[in-house]
């Protein structure tokens, strides 16, 4: 069996969609999709995964090999087959010998067509001659976010290798009318320990990451729309959103599995729609993504808020500042009592230099909508919540996949404070209330907050000797006490019980003037 504990973090995954499946799921960065072989007569695999290069291969105990993803179907939607498995028609009978060896060698491959990834499993895949099954098509509930599915777990053996078997996983993921089945092959040395608790937690992730997606559709029906809105709850929150839009004829709506995404556009301006929606789509599409960097880092847990979140774009900033009624400057907000969280759409480059800066705010507020349903009913030290929230909102995604990377203006803002002197000593802020931390320097305490969360996160690797293992546990006892006895007074004296926090200064002090918070 599959270990539990993922291995990795999020930004070691990648997000790869396959729209003509509306599904969507993860891929380690050691793996690389390979074009399928021209004219290569695969009955249901649509796409593979595997290492470019011999240092993301699989070194074990024999020596390197290789591994894979395979990404399979099985249904109306599979190569050709139909929902009974049966393949296209031969048509008349053959008139010459080409045309009924063609058709003859059709018949073959349609004689191996399976109608089902289990009928596949044990008794159409030409591998299976020395298979033995260990996990036999487990079922696993579905959720919001992925449909039900069913664990399978096999390895094949091969007479020329026989000290060498290959250890199979596959989860088989019912879409109705198909079986979208997302299966990982590895080298698997029974007496390597180390290489199955290093890999077999990676395909585990990628096996259970699978999810459906939104299909752009600019004017989708309210059954489209309203497609996650898929409990009571949710419901209840859609119908207080499209009561609070109304008959406005420039805003619209869409759900995801976590969020409701509604939007607007100038007004009497009809042809702005389609680029207002485009921007929503991305900004719920990179959200939806983020919402895992922060599941990994604190799972979810049975005392969660189950809040449906709105997200509200609007088409400029004046209007952004109209509806929150928002001071200049303001960029974002999140609102604990509504549950929304409130971005605009600044095409004119008035606040943001670029949709980068917006998807920064829009994840830095999403963290906020995350807390607000993670404690409940606790007021976090603005510190922890900042620091985390300006931590996660330094995130951008490159390609496919989202980097870490250093918050410029909050380093320059840091940077000023070290130079004059007027960063706050660590025994203070990280025991401020919201009042005094958004003071009339709230910037500043912003940028100071980051600085401290990052070297805490970030430094252990980059300065080893010099780390201290006892600020590995200020986050995790933080959230314990806050989760289990609500008292965040006594949360932050035991998180920092012991902790030196004037060489904690010193230490996320050089860790930014060294430059190393830039790397």
């Known amino acids: 069996m599959l270990v539990a504990t993922p291995r990795g973090s999020a930004q070691d995954y990648r997000w790869e969609e396959n729209s003509e499946q509306a599904v969507a799921y993860m891929v380690y960065k050691k793996l690389a999709e390979i074009p399928m072989r021209f004219g290569e007569e695969d009955l249901h695999r649509i796409q593979r995964f595997e290492p470019e290069d011999e240092g993301d291969y699989v070194y074990g105990r024999f020596g390197v090999a290789y591994w894979y993803l395979n990404v399979m179907v099985f249904g109306e939607r599979g190569n050709g087959g139909g929902a009974d498995g049966e393949g296209p028609t031969t048509g008349d009978r053959p008139k010459t010998r080409e045309e009924a060896a063609e058709a003859a060698r059709r018949e073959l491959i349609e004689g191996r067509r399976a109608r089902t990834f289990e009928e596949w499993v044990t008794d159409k895949d030409p591998k299976r001659e020395n298979r ?7 079922t696993r509930r579905g959720s919001s976010t992925r449909p039900e599915s069913r664990w399978w777990e096999y390895i094949d053996e091969y007479p020329s290798n026989k000290d060498m078997v290959w250890f199979r996983t596959a989860c088989a993921y019912d879409l109705g009318d198909r079986e979208v089945v997302l299966e990982v092959t590895l080298p698997n040395d029974p007496d390597d320990k180390r290489l199955a608790s290093k890999w077999r937690p990676i395909v585990k992730r990628i096996c259970e990451s699978l999810k459906i997606i939104e299909v752009d559709e600019e004017d989708a029906t309210d059954e489209k729309r309203d497609q996650h809105a898929d409990t009571p709850e949710k419901q209840a929150q859609l119908a207080k959103l499209k009561d609070n839009i109304g008959d406005l004829e420039n805003w619209d709506y869409f759900t995801t599995p976590r969020f409701i995404i509604t939007y607007s556009w100038e007004p009497d301006k009809r042809e702005k729609r389609g680029e207002s929606y485009k921007f929503a789509m991305e900004m719920a599409s990179n959200l939806e993504d983020l919402r895992e960097l922060f599941e990994q880092e604190y799972p979810p847990h049975d005392q969660m808020d189950e809040n449906y979140s709105v997200i509200r774009v609007c088409y400029n900033y004046d209007e952004f500042r109209s509806y929150g009624d928002m001071p200049y400057g303001v960029a974002g907000w999140f609102s604990p009592g509504t549950k929304e969280l409130c971005v605009f759409y600044d095409d004119k480059r008035e606040l943001y230099k670029n949709t980068d800066e917006v ?13 607000d349903q993670y404690w409940p009913d606790v007021e976090l030290h603005r510190w922890f919540d900042e620091g985390l929230a300006e931590y996660f909102g330094s995130f951008r995604k490159r390609g496919s996949r989202f980097r870490y990377q250093y918050h410029e203006d909050r380093f320059t803002s840091i940077k000023r404070q070290l130079n004059d002197g007027t960063y706050i000593p660590g025994h203070q802020i990280v025991k401020w209330d919201r009042a005094t931390f958004y003071g009339p320097r709230a910037a500043d305490h912003y940028a100071q907050a980051w600085a401290m969360m990052d070297m805490i996160k970030r430094g252990e ?59």
């Not at 033995?132 to 487990?138: A, H, R, S, Y």
């Not at 998807?359 to 807390?371: K, N, R, V």
């Not at 293992?469 to 289990?484: G, V």
């Open 132 to 138: 033995k099954i260990l996990v036999e098509g487990k």
């Open 461 to 519: 690797d980059t300065l080893r000797g010099r780390y201290d293992q006892a600020w590995k546990n200020i986050l995790p006892t933080y959230s314990e006490i806050c989760l289990k006895e609500k008292n965040p007074k006594k949360a932050i004296e035991a998180a920092f019980e012991g902790i030196d926090l004037d060489a904690m200064d010193e230490m996320w002090i050089d860790w930014v003037e060294s430059g190393k918070i830039k790397k």
């Open 359 to 371: 998807l920064g705010t829009c994840i830095h507020e999403a963290w906020h909508q995350y807390s």
